[in-house]
């Protein structure tokens, strides 16, 4: 069955950066794209961007745009999400999430979720 | 840039009874690009609904969506005690997904 498993909470201080990994099982790694969505305390889904595991492909949301870097191992089948220059509106809990492709698009497998916790 | 908004913000009901959630969108959106999707405390959303009206595998068939254009509805016919949850409508477009701010259903 499909899996993501992501790597264990993080905590950073204010302007380091952190680096979230999510390993792919139980499918052909380079068939799917993988997305990034956070959810900050007690807030709503926001997403982040987009990875094409076959080439290496992103795009990133707007407002992340010069922070997060998105990339692959394929080695591993293991995605990556950097976030540099953090702050404190950075604490959330970081998910990946599997893209269906095709005629619809919808996540349709997400990691279990990291915590990165930004605090001086 | 289309905007989702989802109502209530707060949804109070028994179990057994109907829920009827809104989203929203600011312009048209393809209605093939429409999902729902609950999420529990301390758990990653899960995929209940996608192309607006698809149930997602081994979701219950008390589950449904229906919609187009602007306007999308989220219904569950009777509620089960582990209904309660926060629901996300998301849309696909121009390259990029947005997510509703989320209508969380509460036990009355």
């Known amino acids: 069955q499909v899996q993501l498993v992501q790597s264990g909470a993080e905590v950073k201080k204010p302007g380091a950066s952190v680096k979230v990994s999510c390993k792919a099982s139980?499918?052909?790694?380079?068939?799917?794209?993988i997305n990034w969505v956070r959810q900050a305390p007690g807030q709503g889904l926001e997403w982040m961007g987009i990875?094409?595991?076959?080439?290496?492909?992103?795009t990133y949301a707007q407002r992340f745009l010069g922070r997060v870097t998105m990339s692959i191992d394929t080695s591993t089948s293991t995605v990556y999400m950097e976030l540099s220059s953090l702050r404190s509106a950075d604490t959330a809990v970081y998910f990946c999430?599997?893209?269906?492709?095709?005629?619809?698009?919808?996540?349709?497998?997400w990691g279990q979720g990291t915590l990165v916790t930004v605090s001086s | 840039e289309i905007v989702l908004t989802q109502s209530p913000g707060t949804l109070s009901l028994s179990p057994g009874e109907r829920a009827t959630l809104s989203c929203r969108a600011s312009?048209?959106?393809?209605?093939?690009?429409l999902s729902w999707y609950q999420q529990k405390p301390g758990q990653a959303p899960r995929l209940l609904i996608f192309g607006a009206s698809n149930r997602a595998t081994g979701i219950p068939d008390r589950f449904s969506g229906s919609g187009s254009g602007t306007d999308f509805t989220l219904s569950i016919s009777r509620l089960e005690p582990e209904d309660f949850a926060i629901y996300y409508c998301?849309?696909?477009?121009?390259?990029?997904?947005?997510f509703g701010q989320g209508t969380k259903l509460e036990i009355k």
């Open positions: 998301q849309r696909y477009g121009s390259a990029k997904y947005s």
């Open positions: 990875i094409n595991p076959s080439g290496g492909g992103t």
């Open positions: 312009r048209s959106v393809d209605s093939s690009y």
């Open positions: 999430a599997r893209d269906s492709g095709g005629w619809n698009r919808h996540f349709d497998s």
């Open positions: 139980g499918y052909t790694f380079s068939s799917n794209y």
